[in-house]
């Protein structure tokens, strides 16, 4: 069974971190793009970050350069996302998704399994 699973999220006051995790069952993530988006109240799902399949070379929405990290733990079939100097605008729901064989960035409606998503608050 194909399962996609977020954790990681929480409370956090600005300029803090949080790690974010995305575990895979039933297939192998290192064969497989992974992209991280974010849906705010009233807003449109952004995509954030994006790993791909086979080189792993990684991609990142402006917004969040230079704070975001995404790497992935092949041994685990993890793909982490640590989000460092955390501000208010980080506040979303943060899905994990993925499609295989290719590189990033990927269309979001071209992802073939998505997680329930994990919810994210930057606040003091």
């Known amino acids: 069974q194909v399962q996609l699973v977020e954790s990681g999220g929480g409370l956090v006051q600005p300029g803090g971190s949080l790690r974010l995790s995305c575990a895979a069952s039933?297939?192998?993530?290192?064969?497989?793009?992974t992209g991280w988006f974010r849906q705010a109240p009233g807003k449109e799902r952004e995509g954030v970050s994006c790993i791909s399949s086979i080189d792993g070379s990684t991609y990142y929405a402006d917004s969040v350069k230079g704070r975001f990290t995404l790497s992935r733990d092949n041994a685990e079939n993890i793909v982490y996302l640590q989000m460092n100097s955390l501000k208010a605008e980080d506040t979303a729901v943060y899905y994990c998704?993925?499609?295989?064989?290719?590189?990033?960035?990927?269309?979001?409606?071209?992802?073939?399994?998505w997680g329930q998503g994990t919810q994210v608050i930057v606040s003091s």
């Open positions: 998704a993925t499609v295989p064989l290719r590189l990033c960035p990927v269309p979001d409606d071209e992802y073939e399994y």
């Open positions: 039933g297939f192998t993530l290192a064969y497989y793009a």
